[in-house]
Nanobody, 126 residues
Framework: QVQLVESGGGLVQPGGSLRLSCAASEFTASYYTVAWARQAPGKEREGVSCISAADESTFYSDSVKGRFTISRDSVGNTVYLEMDSLKLEDTAIYYC???????????????????WGPGTQVTVSS
């Protein structure tokens, strides 16, 4: 099973940007569908974004659409989540998951994926 590690979290002011990375021990872009989810204090984990293995199609939750961008590097070992125009409500622990799916499942089902990394904290505060 591929081992995942998230990085890139931190403290940022509202309107700022961060880029999260999801690195894997063995990870090829052509095989894995990768998803990002987040969990805020006292709330359930929610799906944020996903990139499909089959055709690189990308999907976003309504709350981040137009502000977040998911992508892979050319080698295929890292998936990024570029987060712009950050809001206070984006504060959460962000997790990535990778599974041998051809296509992304529906956004609202992303938290049911297996094989999550330990997460990285994102705090948006003035």
């Amino acid at each position: 099973q591929v081992q995942l590690v998230e990085s890139g979290g931190g403290l940022v002011q509202p309107g700022g940007s961060l880029r999260l990375s999801c690195a894997a021990s063995e990870f090829t872009a052509s095989y894995y569908t990768v998803a990002w989810a987040r969990q805020a204090p006292g709330k359930e984990r929610e799906g944020v974004s996903c990139i499909s293995a089959a055709d690189e199609s990308t999907f976003y939750s309504d709350s981040v659409k137009g502000r977040f961008t998911i992508s892979r590097d050319s080698v295929g070992n890292t998936v990024y989540l570029e987060m712009d125009s950050l809001k206070l409500e984006d504060t959460a622990i962000y997790y990535c998951a990778a599974e041998l799916f051809d296509f992304c499942p529906p956004i609202f089902t992303l938290p049911t994926m297996n094989n999550w990394g330990p997460g990285t904290q994102v705090t948006v505060s003035s």
